[in-house]
């Protein structure tokens, strides 16, 4: 079972490859995720690494290294790169299927009591 954090975090990579980043450095993941318009703060950047770290140990992150002449040309180490793989995005489905139903049968519960609340309305004869 995924925590929040996990959570977050594949959402986050669905979400950066689906916008054409196919890969991210923690840092990044980390600025995507703490969303202060969401109420979304995470308590520290820290928490990441170990949350990315067991993404990977579970198969759904796979990390590379940035080419070090890349990382040299630009005067910083190289970054730690991941992206999210078929795995990854599969649990991600799993984890969302329970929200997807509730909202659901949120709709359909009213959408019943529309329709319930139109028919106490409406006209009763000529």
Same mark, same amino acid.
């Given at each position: +079972? ?115 609340? +139109?028919?106490? +309305? ?5």
């Amino acid at each position: +079972m995924l925590i929040p954090m996990e959570v977050a975090i594949l959402e986050a990579a669905v979400r950066l490859a689906q916008e054409g980043t196919d890969q991210f450095y923690g840092l990044a993941l980390a600025r995507e995720i703490d969303d202060p318009s969401q109420s979304r703060h995470l308590a520290s950047y820290g928490t990441i690494y170990k949350a990315l770290d067991r993404l990977k140990e579970l198969g759904y992150l796979e990390r590379t290294w940035e080419d070090a002449q890349f990382a040299a040309a630009h005067r910083r180490p190289p970054r730690c790169l991941y992206h999210v793989t078929d795995e990854g995005r599969k649990a991600l489905a799993v984890t969302q299927q329970p929200v997807r139903r509730d909202v659901d049968e949120i709709k359909q519960a009213a959408a019943n009591q529309d329709l319930l609340a +139109m028919s106490r +309305m409406a006209p009763s004869g000529p």
